[in-house]
């Protein structure tokens, strides 16, 4: 049987921050760039830090901003996405993520590449350039 949908389901530790039947999936996924279609084989796939498109047939795209995490694809069309931390782009606020990008920056500026301090802050720097591209789609 064909199914012409994905239930998707975008899912931290602090709940379900996207659940719905869509069309297609976009993720980058640390192997590279994926389209999940409607009948996609099972898959598990880590994701990079990046933006999520969902795309509906008959609606706007929709965009999550999403902290790395897991992709999972099971037969009959179910996608879950686990990540740490996800934003819509309707609910990014986008001068908190400038102050956190500056902040970052800031702090890479004063740190040896060396130490887990400066990985840590280029993550940081990372997810606040990932909002603030999600919320300019």
């Not at 980058?28 to 099972?42: E, F, Q, S, V």
């Not at 706007?60 to 069309?77: C, L, M, N, Q, T």
């Not at 970052?104 to 060396?114: D, F, G, K, P, T």
Request: hydrophobic content about 40%.
């Amino acid at each position: 049987m064909q199914v012409s949908t994905i239930s998707a389901s975008i899912v931290t530790p602090n709940g379900t921050v996207y659940e719905g039947n869509v069309h297609m999936i976009s993720v980058r996924a640390t192997g590279g760039d994926m389209g999940i279609l409607p009948n996609h084989i099972p898959i598990v796939a880590p994701l990079k830090i990046s933006a999520v498109k969902l795309q509906k047939e008959d609606a706007p795209d929709e965009y999550v901003a999403v902290s790395g995490g897991f992709i999972e694809v099971r037969k009959g069309s179910v996608v879950t996405i686990l990540t740490e931390a996800a934003e819509r782009k309707e609910d990014i606020d986008t001068e908190r993520a400038q102050r956190a990008k500056e902040q970052a920056q800031q702090r890479l500026s004063e740190l040896n590449e060396n130490t887990i301090e400066f990985k840590e802050a280029k993550q940081e720097l990372e997810r606040a350039e990932n909002r603030l591209h999600v919320a300019s789609l």
